[in-house]
């Protein structure tokens, strides 16, 4: 079993940063491409980027590409959430994933384990 736990969220005004941090407990995370993703009030859980286990391969959604920057530091069991430039509509709790797969994946059903989330307020 792996728990995961997010950090780093909080208020932020447009153009500001913040950066996320998952870190997991139970077992390791090297082997296991991780993800976040985010869910604003009334919609459904959305994803954001992904990493493969090494982190040697990224993915992005397209509205966050050229702000965001995942990372990871498996010594740490850690996983990173960069976000540069945030705009009002990046408001979220965001989450973090890890998938017992060992390429990067991008939706939610491949996801096998989830953190509690993090609130992201960005204000204009």
């Known amino acids: 079993q792996v728990q995961l736990v997010e950090s780093g969220g909080g208020l932020v005004e447009a153009g500001g940063s913040l950066r996320l941090s998952c870190t997991a407990s139970?077992?390791?995370?090297?082997?296991?491409?991780m993800g976040w993703f985010r869910q604003a009030s009334g919609k459904e859980r959305e994803f954001v980027a992904a990493?493969?286990?090494?982190?040697?391969?990224?993915r992005y959604t397209d509205s966050v590409k050229g702000r965001f920057s995942i990372s990871r530091n498996n010594p740490k069991n850690t996983l990173y959430l960069q976000m540069n430039s945030l705009k009002p509509e990046d408001t979220a709790v965001y989450y973090c994933?890890?998938?017992?797969?060992?390429?990067?994946?991008?939706?939610?059903?491949?996801?096998?384990?989830w953190g509690q989330g993090t609130q992201v307020t960005v204000s204009s």
């Open positions: 994933g890890a998938s017992d797969r060992n390429m990067v994946v991008a939706t939610t059903r491949m996801i096998d384990y």
């Open positions: 990493i493969s286990p090494s982190g040697g391969s990224t």
């Open positions: 139970g077992r390791t995370l090297s082997s296991r491409a």
